[in-house]
């Protein structure tokens, strides 16, 4: 990652991205050392969805390195947006209020608008149904910190495959690892776009697709779960067909671990947080030194 901004997990190399976990692992291990990195600094967070983990672990992130936030957590309708503001006349201003600006927005190019016009760092939050780059950060760092590395994983990613931002970003940043092995779990509606079914075999990762879970190989390293994103399509999507109880965990190897960048609706079951392999909130506490780690890669000195 060179560039001055996160819009995409394109961005990052082997290298970049091991040098950025190295940091996040630093910073995990040793916090009270960052606590002034970014002194003196202002980080704006101007989201246009709803977020609970990305803006509050973001917003955590800055005050945990000493810099100051101001926030819009509901720019649409709280922002001069609900004027008529364009998003490129919205970054020019907050530009000049902030060194940076971490950015959630529902058209899947914003980031690129913003940072076409924007003299201080862009980072993506989340763009909307195509990338969601710091999630997949926090994502590949999970698998690391359990697995040592992502090389030769075996992921089930299951849920909406179609409009799921999260899937596609760790699809995308997990071709910077070898002997990759893809799953898909979904209703046929949901599927995996053929963009990415394309750009995993163009990067020398292998997919399958099922769509029952008495058909997914049981001894897969990670399950990715994600829920149907309603928020993305017109209609009802009918009934939730694939449910993780602890009945269903029951039937996956015992080292196999159950990720999900929440929220979650049914698609698993409270029954299963106490099971070791339900990390979900393991993996939404790492958005703390990931975030904290990106910020410091973008802005330190
Ligand atoms: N995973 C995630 O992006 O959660 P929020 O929508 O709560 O930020």
């Known amino acids: 990652m060179n560039e001055n901004y ?3 997990v394109e961005q990052f190399n082997r290298q970049s991205l091991e040098d950025l976990f190295n940091l996040a692992k630093d910073i995990k291990q040793n916090p009270s050392k960052y606590h002034d990195a970014l002194s003196g600094k202002v980080i704006a967070t101007l989201f246009y969805e709803p977020s609970t983990r990305t803006r509050l672990s973001f917003e955590s992130a800055i005050a945990r ?5 101001i926030s819009t957590e509901n720019a649409r309708e709280f922002s001069s947006a609900s004027k008529g503001e364009t998003l490129e006349d919205t970054i020019r201003i907050i530009a000049g209020y902030s060194d940076a600006i971490v950015m959630r927005h529902y058209e899947d190019d914003s980031s690129e608008k913003a940072v076409k016009v924007s003299n201080v760092p862009i980072i993506n939050a989340g763009a909307g149904k195509k990338e969601h780059p710091t999630q997949a ?11 040592g590395t992502a090389d030769n994983i075996s992921i089930l990613l299951g849920g909406d495959l179609k409009y799921g931002r999260t899937s596609h970003s760790l699809i995308k940043m997990l071709s910077l690892y070898k002997n990759v092995k893809l799953y898909g779990l979904s209703k046929p509606a949901f599927a995996l ?3 990415y079914i394309d750009f995993i075999h163009q990067n020398g990762m292998t997919y399958q697709a099922f769509t029952s879970f008495d058909e997914v190989p049981k001894d897969v390293n990670v ?4 829920r149907i994103q309603a928020e993305r399509f017109e209609g ?5 067909e694939f449910i993780i109880t602890q009945k269903v965990l029951d039937t996956f190897s015992k080292d196999t671990i159950l990720l999900h960048p929440l929220p979650r609706c049914e698609e ?3 029954e299963v ?3 070791p392999r339900a990390m979900y909130f393991v993996q939404a506490h790492n958005g703390i030194p990931t975030r904290m780690a990106l910020l410091l890669k973008l802005l330190g000195e």
């Open 193 to 195: 776009p053929q963009e």
């Open 268 to 270: 698993i079951l409270p």
């Open 6 to 8: 996160l819009i995409s």
């Open 273 to 275: 947080d106490n099971d």
């Open 223 to 226: 399950i990715y779960h994600t």
């Open 236 to 240: 009802d999507f009918g009934r939730e």
């Open 65 to 69: 390195l000493g810099a100051s936030n």
């Open 137 to 147: 950060i926090l994502d590949v760092f999970t698998i690391c910190e359990k697995f």
